[in-house]
């Protein structure tokens, strides 16, 4: 009884390696949470000063100046060519897409109801995940995403009044290409480094970036302001760029589904942000809402997938 106990169990020199991989993952993961969870409150801060396809156009165009430069510095070479789709969709759905359709619906939306998008955004990750990298968790794993994202998606529309917005459109397809993008994005950190992943779908973007931001720039009026200018420099290099590159890593490090889950509380921290920088309120169920969430997260982290 006693060699067979033996014989079944994990070896300790591999779980010990998989806990010093699985640790830093979700450390890389949550820091790439926080990264974006500023990404609303920043791209408020730019509509300030700058149109919406000014901003997208912009920000695009810096960020992959910063990517293209570390790649340059550190002379990477360019992926094989059977990478070039799977940054293809990365680039359109988390560089282009994302950004483009969640800044369309700031112009009419408040921060709380766009953190709708990032607490629908985990479980549509693992979907996709699910579809594309062939991820199988279990119903303990999708029991406990569906209620963070119920949870999140209550209280989110109890922030906005309950209503409906126009902008809905934009929030729902963003929620789809950023999905996507993640996905491809994920997957492909599995065999690059995931700086530079991103760095390469933003390079991609460069051909489109910089005649778009042309026109635009020639377009829309701008007012630079101290709020302007940071709002878009945190959306270019945090935001688009070194979330990105922890996001990825903590990705490829502890799974898809799993990192998607520590996006349960990205619109909870979004919130807080709102409230510091831009004089939003917060109703009492937020402290109910955030321990509901961390309960999810838990869950998610400890099941098997």
């Known amino acids: 009884m006693r060699a067979e106990s033996s014989a079944t169990a ?9 806990r010093e991989r699985t640790g830093p993952g979700v450390a890389q993961a949550a820091l790439g949470v926080v990264a974006f969870s500023l990404t609303f409150p ?9 149109g919406p396809w000014s901003l997208v156009a912009v920000r695009s165009v810096l960020a992959a100046v910063i990517a293209g ?22 680039a359109a759905g988390v560089v282009l897409g994302f950004p483009l359709l969640t800044t369309l619906a700031l112009r009419t939306s408040t921060t709380a109801h766009a953190a709708v998008v990032v607490g629908l955004l985990p479980l549509t990750t693992a979907l996709f995940s699910a579809l594309r990298v ?31 917005t126009s902008a809905d459109a934009y929030l729902f397809a963003a ?16 065999v690059m480094p995931g700086w530079q992943v991103i760095g390469w779908a933003l390079v991609l973007c460069l051909p489109v970036a910089v005649p778009a931001a042309a026109f635009a720039l020639a377009q829309e009026p701008v007012r630079l302001t101290a709020h ?28 898809i589904p799993k990192a998607s889950q520590l996006q349960l509380a990205q619109p909870l921290l979004t919130l807080v942000w709102s409230v510091l920088l831009l004089g939003e309120h917060l109703t009492v169920a937020a402290p109910l809402t ?16």
């Open 134 to 164: 062939g991820t199988r968790p279990s119903r303990t794993f999708w029991a406990a995403a569906l209620a963070g994202a119920a949870a999140v998606l209550a209280f989110t529309v109890q922030q906005s009044g309950g209503a409906l």
């Open 10 to 18: 994990a070896p300790p020199i591999a779980v010990s390696r998989e």
């Open 42 to 50: 920043a791209t408020a801060w730019g509509l300030e000063g700058f």
């Open 228 to 255: 302007s200018v940071t709002g878009l420099l945190w959306v270019a290099a945090g935001s688009q760029f070194l979330g990105l590159v922890f996001w990825y890593r903590g990705m490829a490090a502890i799974g």
């Open 175 to 190: 929620l789809l290409v950023c999905a996507a993008g993640y996905t491809e994005g994920g997957r492909l950190a599995r």
């Open 69 to 90: 430069a570390a790649l340059l510095a550190l002379r990477v070479p360019p992926p094989a060519r059977r990478h070039w789709p799977g940054l293809a969709v990365v």
């Open 290 to 305: 955030a321990a509901a969430v961390l309960v999810c997260i838990a869950v998610t982290q400890r099941a098997r997938g």
